[in-house]
């Protein structure tokens, strides 16, 4: 079983990617290609916070 | 974006193939000058034993058809040499269309010397950054040379590898020691790291709210930037120019050997043409097209890289995620990620020797490692990227309080102290004695930084406290007898 962390990092970095890409590839939908960017990279802070424990 | 062509990699190809020949420099000869006496025909510990127990389709190695420290000469030399070609860009001089297949003759050759190295160096070859240079070497092969096009694959394969590097290195962080989750392993990381160098001691003592902010610096460093090493081209600098920030606070503060260095080397491949021209005063040709058969070969290659990733990447997302691995002979696609464990306590071992029938604590005089502290008022020194080969395993040795199983070398040591071997005795940063002595002991220290007020009173850059003895007084008479099982 992928630790949940792992998921959120690894679902965050892909949204990232998707979110990046898009306005390279449908620049009419870059406003959306950003948003979902936006989330992989609130995806990816999560992931790494709840390891943490300061 | 920018408005500018990203299409074409030539400047970062450039980049790359002379970093990557300089780090091939270093590690060949590196490979001149301590393999012999580590793992040569009479080295700690000897070629013959590890071949021995490995059979050649394991671990394909030239030396398994000449165990010879003549051969170890040859091909290290040999490949300082092709170094030194790679390093001038000879293939580029080749006139077309020969500069490509001169270019994959010439960086087949390092990858096939530098392998033969690291599969019969046993122990004391098994570092990550071994199997990332070869990795990252066999790859500069089919980068192409001359005034075509870099295959963009080939690059992406790069990424790749600077992706398992950096992402594999988070992973098994956050599932390691507690301190890399409360942000306390910069606490210990300066004054404990294998071998410290001249900036080490400052940076122990930065602010304390500060390690904090390093260490959540590197986990967004090592598990969210390496996505970006596959967004389109400027992000994918953005994320280059974060990983060559990271690296090179590293590199200051830090003797890696070339493990920073090389993965500066694998990030260069994130910047294109457009992207360096626009930031800097750089002018790039504009390539003639890939070839085809080149072309036609990096996509066989990708295909065999990605087969090949199913069980790294497997590793990498498994709870029980181990560091370092290779998962093929030719170590073509491997498994990173190092530091999970910070220990919180530095030891040091301290070889000394006497010539006195019945010493007391007076009579002893201590050997000086290369790397490894032993004067307490001595500054620590730059090597990286060089790589302090028995400095190294000396730093793993001390962390148990007796020679154990993978410290076999260490009376083979002592013995070549006691029997003047010059080889041996030229790993060692001074050696007190023109002749050899008749005793030698090995003591066991702590060893921490001494603090701001300390230094500026007493100019010391350590203070120690001895914890144990780590070898007993011995002769050689009693090395032999005492270890006559073990090796």
């Known amino acids: ?54 | 974006m920018f408005g500018v062509d990203f299409d074409s990699y030539w400047l970062a190809r450039f980049a790359f193939h002379r970093l990557l020949a300089a780090i091939y420099l270093v590690a060949f000869l590196v490979a001149a000058r301590q393999f012999r006496p580590l793992a040569g025909e009479n080295g700690l510990l000897p070629l013959s034993d590890h071949l021995s127990r490995v059979e050649f389709r394991d671990f394909p190695s030239l030396f398994h058809f000449a165990p010879t420290d003549r051969a170890i000469g040859v091909a290290a030399w040999a490949g300082v040499a092709l170094s030194i070609l790679a390093l001038a860009a000879v293939p580029s001089w080749v006139p077309q269309p020969y500069a490509i297949p001169a270019s994959i003759a010439l960086w087949l050759a390092l990858w096939a010397l530098y392998l033969s190295f690291v599969n019969a160096g046993g122990l004391f070859y098994g570092y990550g950054w071994e199997s990332m240079l070869c990795e990252t070497g066999f790859l500069a092969a089919f980068l192409g040379a001359g005034p075509t096009a870099p295959p963009v694959v080939v690059l992406l394969l790069i990424q790749w590898v600077l992706f398992r590097n950096m992402f594999g290195a988070g992973l098994i962080k956050m599932r390691g020691d507690d301190c890399w989750r409360d942000l306390t392993a910069m606490d210990y990381h300066y004054e404990t790291q294998p071998i410290p160098n001249p900036v080490s001691w400052f940076a122990h003592h930065l602010p304390d709210r500060l390690h904090r902010v390093e260490v959540l610096g590197n986990h967004v460093v090592e598990l969210a930037v390496p996505f970006l090493y596959f967004a389109p081209p400027e992000w994918a600098a953005v994320g280059g120019a974060l990983t060559l920030g990271f690296q090179g606070w590293l590199l200051l503060t830090g003797n890696f050997a070339w493990l920073n260095a090389l993965t500066v080397v694998q990030a260069v491949a994130l910047f294109s043409d457009g992207v360096l021209t626009t930031a800097f005063p750089l002018g790039a040709p504009t390539p003639a097209p890939t070839p085809l058969y080149l072309q036609g070969v990096a996509v066989v290659l990708a295909v065999v890289v990605l087969a090949l990733s199913v069980r790294p990447v497997l590793n990498m997302i498994s709870e029980t995620q181990v560091m370092n691995t290779s998962y093929d002979p030719l170590t073509l696609v491997n498994t990173y990620g190092a530091f999970g464990s910070i220990t919180k306590t530095r030891h040091q071992l301290v070889v000394e020797g006497t010539n006195a029938g019945d010493p007391n604590e007076d009579d002893w005089t201590e050997y000086e490692f290369a790397g490894q502290p032993v004067r307490t008022d001595r500054r620590p020194r730059q090597w990286a990227p060089y790589h302090l080969r028995l400095d190294w395993q000396l730093w793993f040795a001390a962390m148990r309080p007796r020679p154990g199983p993978r410290q076999r070398w260490i009376p083979r040591l002592l013995e070549s102290v006691l029997d003047g071997d010059d080889a041996v005795l030229g790993l060692f940063g001074r050696v007190p004695f023109d002749d050899p002595p008749d005793r030698v002991r090995v003591l066991r220290y702590r060893y921490r930084y001494t603090t701001p007020e300390e230094r500026a009173e007493s100019g010391d850059w350590w203070r120690r406290e001895r914890v144990g003895t780590y070898v007993p007084p011995s002769s050689l008479t009693d090395l032999r007898r005492r270890y006559r099982g073990v090796r």
Request: proline fraction near 4%; avoid cysteine.
């Open chain 1, 1 to 54: 079983m992928v630790e949940r962390f792992v998921q959120y990092v690894l679902v965050g970095g892909v949204l990232l990617l998707a979110g990046l890409w898009t306005p390279e590839l449908v620049p009419e939908y870059a406003f959306v290609g950003y948003a979902v960017a936006f989330v992989g990279a609130l995806s990816l802070a999560v992931g790494i916070e709840r390891e943490l424990d300061y």
